[in-house]
């Protein structure tokens, strides 16, 4: 009998859903393709993820004048546009204007709601493209550019910049909402996960190791654990935040220890997570892929730790204390005096 993929309560996705990126089509779900195949030893064996992200959109032209400001350096990084052009810093405004962003007939929706003012809507996307260090830069951009043609030639104007100022290469991409033809892009989850898998495919092209899937699949449902940590210190930080964090604090304090009613359904799908992955291993043996299988079977045994926003914050929290013990030379508690993550 042919089983069905485990399914996350409350959601309409197998939570182990990695083998979308093979495009192989309808398949026996008691045989991997090639592709498929391919794609499970990118992902156990850790090659390097790709990342995709739309960092929002302005609201105004100035707005979008300023967002170019900004990749630009200032106009000391030229920008690339979608005609292959490169387009120093004296001549960056009047490319700008021939993008008539002014004239976007989305910006003419009607008010709704009982609302005196016209919905406001984003005149472009911004988004970036990038890939963890030592990746060379100028493979980042030859991915971005062919990215972008597939994605929006002819459709949609865009315009590209590659940093280099941080150890990660990337590009920052400006597109212009509103099509051509006058419809508008709509980026949804669906179309970000085959971006980044088409991303990834594009590197590879480069000749650079890349992959693309879910975190879930990795076994990861949040960032860096001392994320929340650094931006709640961060001038101008949001009071929400701080004050998660401050919570978290207290109950350290007065408890020593970090409970979070979230954790039950984070332990459910990590369970569903190492169940799919198993049965992959199963059916690699099957096929014959025996070294595969057992990469699997030891990429499940090191998964990190399951962690919810909370305990995450409390091994930030305590990662810091450790460090100003050890720094201080005194016997304060350290990490392993709490209980966290269980």
């Known amino acids: 009998m042919t089983r069905r993929p485990i399914r996350v309560r409350g959601s309409d996705r197998p939570p182990l859903d990695i083998f979308s990126a093979g495009r192989a089509g309808t398949q026996s779900r008691l045989h991997f393709s090639r592709a498929q195949i391919e794609q499970i030893a990118r992902t156990v064996r850790r090659t390097p993820e790709v990342m995709v992200k739309v960092t929002g959109g302005g609201g105004s032209s100035g707005a979008v004048s300023a ?126 996960r085959e971006w980044r898998e088409d991303f990834a495919r594009m590197m590879r092209e480069q000749g650079v190791a890349a992959n693309a899937t879910p975190r879930l699949a990795r076994g990861r449902n949040k960032g860096s654990t001392k994320d929340p940590i650094y931006r709640a210190q961060r001038r101008g930080a949001s009071t929400a935040l701080q004050d998660h964090v401050a919570s978290v604090v207290k109950e350290l304090k007065e408890t020593r220890t970090i409970r979070d009613p979230g954790r039950k359904k984070l332990v459910e799908t990590r369970k569903a997570v190492v169940d799919s992955w198993m049965r ?34 409390a091994l930030g929290v305590l990662h810091q204390d450790d460090r100003r013990r050890l720094a201080s030379r005194t016997q304060q508690p350290g990490v392993t005096d709490y209980h966290i993550g269980r």
């Not at 008010?111 to 890939?131: C, F, Y």
């Not at 199963?282 to 962690?307: N, T």
Request: aromatic share 6%; with cysteine.
């Open 67 to 192: 967002h170019f400001c900004y990749i630009s350096r200032h106009g000391e990084l030229e920008i690339e546009t979608d005609e292959g052009e490169r387009i120093p810093k004296e001549s960056q405004k009047e490319f700008l204007e021939d993008w008539h962003l002014e004239l976007t007939a989305g910006q003419y929706r009607a008010p709704r709601d009982g609302k005196q003012e016209a919905r406001k809507v984003k005149l472009v996307h911004k988004i970036v493209l990038s890939m963890p260090a030592p990746t060379p830069p100028e493979k980042v951009l030859a991915a971005a550019r062919i990215f972008a043609r597939e994605k929006f030639a002819l459709q949609h104007r865009y315009a590209l910049v590659l940093h280099t100022d941080q150890a990660h290469p990337h590009v920052h991409m400006v597109v212009k909402a509103e099509g051509q033809d006058g419809r508008r892009l709509h980026i949804n989850k669906e179309m970000l």
């Open 280 to 313: 992959a291993a199963e059916m690699l043996d099957r096929q014959g892929e025996i070294s595969l299988a057992g990469d699997v079977r030891y990429f499940v045994k090191h998964l990190p730790p399951v962690l919810t926003d909370r305990e995450r914050i």
